[in-house]
Each structure stands twice: as C-alpha cells, then as structure tokens.
C-alpha cells in the first residue's frame, strides 16, 4: 500500500512502537524511514498529539494500528492527515468472528467487575478483546515479570504482549523519548479470555490474580 501510494527513499512514515515490528519492517521495504510516536495510554493505540509532534516536511504517512482489539482514533488522525496533506493507512488485527467477540466480550465483562490489584481495560463500545491486557501495579516490569510468572505457577495462561518496543530493538534502534510505549510495555500483561474459556476457568483467573495484587509495592 505504502509503495502504490508512491512512499520511498527520503520519505518518513510515522507508526507505533508499541507492537509488532512487521509494521516497521514494511516501511523500509518500501525504501521509507519508519518514525515512532508515542501511544495513547489507555488504548495503546497512537496518540494524535504525539504524532503531530513527530512530523517533519519529510513525512508521507501515518500508519494507524488497532492494538489488542482496541481501535486506533482514525478520526483524529485522518483529520491530522488532510491538514498536513499526508496519506493515512490503517492497520487492523486479525478479525475474530461475531460470536467469537460476543463470547470475549462477556469474559471480559466478567473479569473488569471482578479483578482486584491489577488495572483492568479502558472500556470502549468498539473493543474487539482480542487480547485482555491489564496494567500491573508496582515498580514497572520487575513487578509485572513476577506478577507474570505466579500467575502462569498457578496454572492460568497469561503472557507479556510486548517485551521490547520496536525502538529498543536493535534493527531499528532509535534515541527517541516515548514514555508512554516504555510503561505501557513494562507494566502491561494479557490475560485468557477466549471464546471457549469456562466460567470455572474465569473465576480462577480472578482468584488468583486478585490473591497476588495485593502482594505487589506501590510505585513510589
């Protein structure tokens, strides 16, 4: 899309360094030189303002990302595209299916009435779940990494959705503030909620979660 467009050598595309690197990757495939914003804390998704802040006269595009079944502000970002003459593309995770959703939906509703300790989604009409990340409380990721491991101990699958954001890894290293990308990635942890998940497996995710948070120091 980016080359059809007409996006090359000398062109800047801003994109997330919250997530997968395959986004990062199709910039210089296309010859362009990936530029990361910072993410809005509560969707993980882009923060308008942040990517108005990376622009430069060299930018051709912004890549909008839905991250974790939470959708990416297009609006704004469209908006902040006609005004600078830059060409939007929007990025969206595999699609579950309706009843799939549905079933996720429910399981989620179910753990944000009842986790305790742990900070759970920003609800939003259209999020999908196609993961159910929470923010561990404490000290960043040595906090979330124990946090992480009690929990798989105990038998529930959770995992770490982002271990490294893109600029800190070596391809695309970049010296570049975004404080918002590196909590967020060392704070945050995916729960199950699966469509085929049982309400006896929901309440052990709760118990056990709600068990450990307590455990876990405020940051100071």
């Keep these: 899309m980016l080359r059809a467009a007409g996006v090359g050598a000398g062109d800047e595309v801003v994109v997330p360094a919250f997530g997968n690197v395959e986004v990062a990757r199709a910039v210089t495939l296309a010859g362009a030189l990936p530029v990361f914003a910072d993410i809005n804390p509560a969707t993980y998704c ?8 990376a622009l430069t006269p060299r930018t051709a595009a912004i890549v909008a990302v839905h991250r974790f079944g939470h959708p990416a502000d297009l609006g704004q970002l ?15 995770e595999l699609d579950a299916s309706r009843d799939e959703t549905a079933r996720r939906r429910e399981r989620a509703a179910y753990l944000d009435a009842r ?3 742990v900070r759970t989604p920003e609800h939003d009409a259209g999020h999908t779940y196609q993961q159910y990340v929470v923010r561990v409380p404490g000290n960043g990721r040595p906090d979330r990494d124990a946090f992480a491991r009690a929990v798989q101990a105990k038998g529930v699958a959770c995992r770490i959705p982002v271990p490294t954001p893109v600029h800190r890894l070596p391809e695309f290293r970049r010296d570049v503030s975004l404080p918002e990308t590196q909590r967020a990635a060392d704070e945050t942890l995916a729960l199950p909620v699966d469509g085929w998940l049982t309400k006896r497996d929901m309440q052990r995710t709760a118990s056990v979660c709600n068990a450990l948070g307590g455990l876990l120091a405020p940051a100071l």
Excluded: S, W
Aim: aromatic fraction near 0%; charge should be positive; charged fraction near 25%.
């Design 46 to 53: 882009l923060d308008p303002t942040a990517v108005d802040t």
């Design 115 to 117: 986790l305790r300790g």
């Design 78 to 92: 469209r908006a902040l595209g006609q005004r600078r003459g830059l060409l939007v593309l929007e990025h969206a």
